[in-house]
């Protein structure tokens, strides 16, 4: 025996098979269901149809490196001011002796007169060959030339990208 789910059409009373949307005479079935899906899509509540998924906020190691930096440097100027080195002792082990203070006063003074103040080092850039490039893709078929230049091009649009929400991020 072959039984089927039925549901009653209420305009003319016939059977209709469960997954039926509509009955032949014209009724939809789920016409209430439709009004009220179109209703709440067109003023969602809270401004969102569905959940969306919660996206951590990425930590900007950038501005963690800098505040890092500016620390190291504050406390390095702390220790030139106390005239102690980092693990609290004093620098040069003649300042603590039992001398008077003008004296190790006037030797700071005339150690800050005798040093100039350096320089930064400039960059050094290594020494290229003066050697001609040679062309490695010369011998390439051009679907070959086409692809390397859409991998590059992919690769140049992601750094920018990752370079310019670095940016916001400062």
Same mark, same amino acid.
């Given at each position: 025996?072959?039984?089927?789910?039925?549901?009653?059409?209420?305009?003319?009373?016939?059977?209709?098979?469960?997954?039926?949307?509509?009955? *032949?005479?014209?009724?939809?079935?789920?016409? &209430?269901?439709? &009004?009220?899906?179109?209703?709440?899509?067109?003023?969602? *509540?809270?401004?969102?149809?569905?959940?969306?998924?919660?996206?951590?906020?990425?930590?900007?190691? =950038?501005?963690?490196?800098?505040?890092?930096?500016?620390?190291?440097?504050?406390?390095?100027?702390?220790?030139?001011?106390?005239?102690?080195?980092?693990?609290?002792? *004093?620098?040069?082990? &003649?300042?603590?002796?039992? @001398?008077?203070?003008?004296?190790?006063?006037?030797?700071?003074?005339?150690?800050?007169?005798?040093?100039?103040?350096?320089?930064? *080092?400039?960059?050094?850039?290594?020494?290229?060959? #003066?050697?001609?490039?040679? #062309?490695?893709?010369?011998?390439?078929?051009?679907?070959?030339?086409?692809?390397? @230049? #859409?991998? =590059?091009? #992919?690769?140049?649009?992601?750094?920018? &990208?990752?370079?310019?929400?670095?940016? =916001?991020?400062?």
């Amino acid at each position: 025996k072959n039984r089927m789910v039925t549901k009653h059409c209420p305009k003319c009373e016939q059977q209709v098979p469960v997954a039926c949307k509509s009955c *032949p005479c014209g009724h939809e079935f789920f016409a &209430s269901r439709r &009004s009220q899906a179109s209703r709440a899509a067109e003023d969602p *509540p809270g401004g969102r149809r569905r959940t969306e998924r919660v996206r951590k906020e990425r930590q900007s190691y =950038l501005a963690a490196l800098v505040l890092e930096e500016r620390a190291r440097q504050r406390a390095a100027a702390q220790r030139r001011r106390l005239g102690t080195n980092r693990r609290g002792r *004093p620098r040069n082990p &003649s300042s603590h002796d039992d @001398s008077s203070e003008e004296g190790r006063r006037q030797q700071g003074r005339a150690k800050l007169q005798a040093r100039p103040p350096k320089p930064p *080092p400039a960059p050094v850039e290594p020494e290229m060959p #003066d050697e001609e490039e040679e #062309d490695m893709f010369a011998g390439a078929s051009k679907e070959k030339l086409e692809l390397y @230049s #859409d991998i =590059l091009a #992919d690769i140049n649009r992601k750094i920018c &990208s990752q370079m310019f929400q670095q940016q =916001l991020a400062l």
